[in-house]
T-cell receptor
């Protein structure tokens, strides 16, 4: 039982390049989330999904797209990377009921955009 | 957006001492959660306290919640060097059906051997 995994762990991009971050969970969770963490800012929600085939915007969605084609996977795409997207990205998942809404986090992807 | 705010931003103590971190928030909540993040790692859930609960324990952790003051505290007793980490509070809005968490900026705890 791997929990939540993320690939890649590290990546360096040049401005304008694109990439996709993959998140996978094996806990059969309905909800999945993408966050970014910047120094002194805590975690901010980028996009989230409440089930297969559904996605929604969070607090800071601009410049990112997501897809949830399979229940266990949640992809985060950067179409044209910008230096402001340099950050650590975390994926998380949770069961449906928000009253018991413990979120399980992946280990993170450290992205640098030059 | 509503966000928990932890206090202090940084805390440095000796092993064996107790560590207390506080969190304040702005709106009505369903529950409040505490997470730990070791350097370079993902967040790990520590404890969840619901809005109708006042205190909760888990091992060396004690969490209190005062909804009238919109505040929570996390107490770690008999701290160890391995407790060195950042600690975040996060809230779920009352009536939320989506389970969105709003995180604070964290307290960096350093425990010296």
């Amino acid at each position: 039982n791997a929990g939540v995994t993320q690939t890649p762990k590290f990546r360096v991009l040049k401005t304008g390049q694109s990439m996709t971050l993959l998140c996978a969970q094996d806990m059969n969770h309905e909800y999945m989330y993408w966050y970014r963490q910047d120094p002194g800012m805590g975690l901010r929600l980028i996009h989230y999904s409440v089930g297969e085939g559904t996605t929604a915007k969070g607090e800071v969605p601009d410049g990112y797209n997501v897809s949830r084609l399979k229940k266990q996977n949640f992809l985060l795409g950067l179409e044209s990377a910008a230096p402001s997207q340099t950050s650590v990205y975390f994926c998380a998942s949770s069961a449906r009921d928000p009253t018991y809404n413990e979120q399980f986090f992946g280990p993170g992807t450290r992205l640098t955009v030059l | 957006s509503q966000q928990g705010e932890e206090d202090p931003q940084a805390l440095s103590i000796q092993e064996g001492e107790n560590a207390t971190m506080n969190c304040s928030y702005k709106t009505s909540i369903n529950n409040l959660q505490w997470y730990r993040q070791n350097s370079g790692r993902g967040l790990v859930h520590l404890i969840l306290i619901r809005s109708n609960e006042r205190e909760k324990h888990s091992g060396r952790l004690r969490v209190t919640l005062d909804t009238s003051k919109k505040s929570s505290s996390l107490l770690i007793t008999a701290s160890r060097a391995a407790d060195t980490a950042s600690y975040f509070c996060a809230t779920v809005d009352r009536g939320s059906t989506l389970g969105r968490l709003y995180f604070g900026r964290g307290t960096q705890l350093t425990v010296w051997p």
